[in-house]
């Protein structure tokens, strides 16, 4: 089973707008990760968010998390046709530790 | 610094015939990650090591998949005997994950795509 839902599952945008996609998982976690996949290659690492905390930004990524709500959000500022992926939301679960667990993906595409 | 790397990057099989997939993790990193991605799905976990032990592999259909990392480096995973719904592509990541504080960022390869028919 996925712990992680995303939510929308396919996002399509124009170069220079905000992308945001939104992630909910099950149970309480150690942490919350996004990873991007571009088309037949590997997931990315993106950003890692620790569940004490409750916001950060790396570049023109911004992440929040709401724990009391079991959810995060991604937000890709001024969005570049080569942001065009899949991004996923993993949670390590507080009992699981090491073990990530994805969601389903939004599919975003970014047109010039 | 390497990443990981796995092989082959593709295979077509029929169906009841077997298969193996190789991983070698970012030399230095405890745990290991095998992953199955069916089209349009999230990866799933399929097993877990820390260094040559099994963590978790509670998602893994042992009546036909096996995985082995010995030395606690390399990793193989086989399916044996392949059935249709095999189909997907097989991803290998690794971690720090045992360090202290943990550093849990997973580093993913390029994945195996297998198509049973």
């Known amino acids: 089973s996925q712990q992680g839902e995303e939510d929308p599952q396919a996002l399509s945008i124009q170069e220079g707008e905000n992308a945001t996609m939104n992630c909910s998982y099950k149970t309480s976690i150690n942490n919350l990760q996004w990873y991007r996949q571009n088309s037949g290659r590997g997931l990315v690492h993106l950003i890692l968010i620790r569940s004490n905390e409750r916001e950060k930004h790396s570049g023109r990524l911004r992440v929040t998390l709401d724990t009391s709500k079991k959810s995060s959000s991604l937000l890709i500022t001024a969005s570049r046709a080569a942001d065009t992926a899949s991004y996923f939301c993993?949670?390590?679960?507080?009992?699981?530790?090491?073990?990530?667990?994805f969601g389903a993906g939004t599919q975003v595409v970014v047109t010039p | 610094e390497a990443g990981v790397a796995q092989s082959p990057r593709y295979k077509i099989i029929e169906k009841r015939q077997s298969v193996a997939f190789w991983c070698n993790p970012i030399s230095g990193h405890a745990t290991l990650y095998w992953y199955q991605q069916i089209l349009g799905q999230g990866p799933k976990l399929l097993i877990q090591?820390?260094?040559?032990?099994?963590?978790?592999d509670s998602q893994l259909p042992k009546d036909r998949f096996s995985a082995e990392r010995l030395k606690g480096v390399d990793s193989t995973l086989k399916i044996q005997p392949a059935k249709l719904e095999d189909s997907a592509v097989y991803l290998c990541a690794s971690s720090l994950a045992e360090q202290a504080p943990p550093e849990p960022e997973a580093f993913f390869g390029q994945g195996t795509r297998l198509t049973v028919v």
């Open positions: 993993a949670t390590e679960a507080t009992d699981s530790w090491g073990k990530l667990q």
């Open positions: 090591f820390q260094n040559n032990g099994v963590v978790d």
